[in-house]
């Protein structure tokens, strides 16, 4: 896709500019309890090889039987790609050999998949830019399993749990032009999938892992050769890979070299990627259609009705939020990022006013819960008791300094916050005899300061300040304000 070139997003080269381009494979696994073919556990974490079923092991005369579960699964991703869902694919073998793959072939979709072209909108928070990442398929297929080499000095061992593990694979057209777009591109992709239910997006397992296809080329020219960094499984390795990759490919064609189309790997510890293999074309895998499986064939109706009972994703929701609560575009993709900070919004703005609500989640209890590692779904505050301390700055019971106090006592201990602010006295001072008294000591005990306010009416908040210290921090600020002002003569 010859787009306008950005500027900012090209890397200066010894010899010029070079732009990078990336397309994408994820590799994502179905949310299903049995495998694809067969009906072994999908768990993690089991012995080795306690969930592998004679299909799984490919012993003679085990024949495939497609998991329709998986398939519905793939079609509601596609779906919520905004895709092309083809009523009928056909599964293929793709051939190669590795220890892990019993059969000696995979079982894919390689011209028939069961989902065509669609589209992943990404905003992207460095630049600040929306952009449109075309999808070009989605297919089925089977993992492989794992070879282990550390556990003995001179054998290795498989462990075939997952293999037969459904997959969706999801192939990006080349539209990415940096590694900001590409993270970005990727956390956003596994949002729609947690939305859907369809993947769990859970990299430290192997539950999403990406292989990045990177080029260079001078700006405006025609696409270089490219190199696949296989089974990258983190965001941050995505966007280290791509950096290292890029200046790799550009420095030997600097040097007058020319780039080999091959497989590598990235390793996070020496943060640079090694050569694996060389790239395989499509007829190095003699694909062929699988004789063991028929048609994958559905009518219309079934995808209507999957239509139906898909949940409100991403994009609409944060259209919604900016709508209905009058949240920035920021805001509201921040909310929206994870399905289970999304509810907690909605549980909290609920007869409030939403901006105040937003605020108070995305600063203050997002703020805390990073800070001690935790997520939304840990949080010790709850829905309820951050809507209560909401309500009582509305209801100027407590001031804003009093609430962030509330808000620390309620994250580290817990309760009532309606009660904890009446135990322990905590209220603001509203009542105007208190506050004016506080507000003479201050002026009183500073007659320089008060000469100096009149010529420079930016000293107010430090008497401002000054007064909410006498006070314990319990004076209505409002309130403080407007006294001092009459006070000192200062409009």
Same mark, same amino acid.
């Given at each position: ?9 090209? !890397? ?5 500019? =070079? ?17 694809? &073919? ?32 998986? %398939? ?23 051939? @190669? ?7 000696? @072939? ?7 998949? !069961? $989902?065509? /072209?669609?589209?992943?909108? %990404? ?9 449109? $990442?075309? !999808? ?11 070879? !282990? ?104 064609? /600097? ?31 003699? @694909? ?41 575009? @920021?805001?509201?993709? $921040? ?10 919004? /909605?549980?909290?703005?609920? +007869? ?7 605020? =108070?989640?995305?600063?203050?209890? &997002? ?47 817990? +309760? ?45 908040? =430090? ?9 314990? +921090? ?18």
């Amino acid at each position: 896709m010859n787009a306008p070139v950005n500027p900012k997003k090209l !890397i200066k080269g010894a010899t010029g500019d =070079w732009e990078i381009v990336i397309g994408m494979e994820i590799h994502a696994q179905v949310t299903s309890q049995a495998k694809l &073919f067969s009906g072994a556990s999908t768990a993690f974490g089991g012995d080795p090889n306690s969930h592998v079923s004679l299909v799984d092991a490919a012993m003679p005369g085990m024949l495939p039987v497609i998991n329709e579960e998986c %398939v519905r699964q793939a079609i509601r991703t596609g779906l919520g790609l905004k895709a092309q869902i083809n009523l009928k694919s056909t599964f293929d073998r793709k051939n @190669y050999f590795y220890p892990d793959l019993p059969q000696g @072939y995979q079982i894919s979709q390689y011209k028939s998949p !069961i $989902v065509g /072209e669609g589209e992943v909108i %990404v905003d992207v928070p460095e630049s600040g830019e929306t952009i449109t $990442v075309r !999808i070009e398929r989605l297919h089925l297929e089977q993992d492989a399993g794992k070879s !282990i080499h550390d556990l003995h000095p001179t054998m290795s061992f498989v462990d075939l749990n997952r293999s037969g593990v459904a997959l969706m694979e999801i192939v990006s057209k080349p539209d990415l032009r940096s590694s900001d777009e590409a993270r970005a591109y990727v956390t956003k992709l596994r949002t729609i999938l947690r939305y859907l239910g369809t993947c769990d997006g859970d990299m430290d397992k192997g539950n999403l892992r990406a292989d990045v296809n990177v080029s260079v080329r001078r700006p405006g020219e025609e696409f270089g050769t490219r190199c696949e960094i296989k089974n990258v499984n983190s965001i941050r390795f995505i966007g280290q890979a791509i950096e290292y990759e890029a200046r790799r490919q550009i420095g030997i064609l /600097e040097d007058g070299g020319v780039i080999e189309q091959e497989t590598r790997l990235y390793d996070p510890g020496k943060g640079e990627t090694r050569s694996m293999r060389s790239k395989e074309e499509a007829h190095d895998y003699r @694909y062929f259609p699988d004789p063991d499986l028929l048609p994958l064939e559905f009518d219309q109706a079934y995808v209507d009705e999957l239509a139906q009972h898909l949940p409100e994703l991403p994009d609409e929701k944060k259209a919604r939020f900016m709508g209905d609560y009058g949240l920035s575009a @920021y805001d509201a993709s $921040v909310l929206v990022a994870e399905r289970a900070s999304a509810d907690f919004f /909605e549980e909290v703005a609920k +007869g409030r006013d939403g901006k105040a609500a937003a605020n =108070w989640i995305i600063n203050e209890l &997002f703020g805390r819960l990073n800070k001690e590692g935790k997520d939304i779904s840990s949080s010790p505050v709850s829905a309820a008791q951050l809507g209560a301390i909401v309500d009582l700055i509305g209801e100027n019971v407590i001031s804003g300094k009093i609430a962030k106090d509330l808000f620390e006592i309620v994250f580290t201990e817990g +309760g009532d916050p309606r009660e904890i602010v009446e135990k322990r006295g905590m209220k603001q001072v509203t009542d105007t005899g208190a506050i004016e008294a506080a507000c003479d000591a201050v002026i009183a005990a500073n007659p320089e300061k008060v000469e100096q306010a009149k010529a420079k009416p930016t000293l107010l908040g =430090w008497f401002v300040g000054q007064v909410m210290k006498q006070t314990g +921090g319990k004076a209505n600020p409002q309130a403080v304000n407007e006294l001092l002002k009459a006070k000192l003569g200062i409009e």
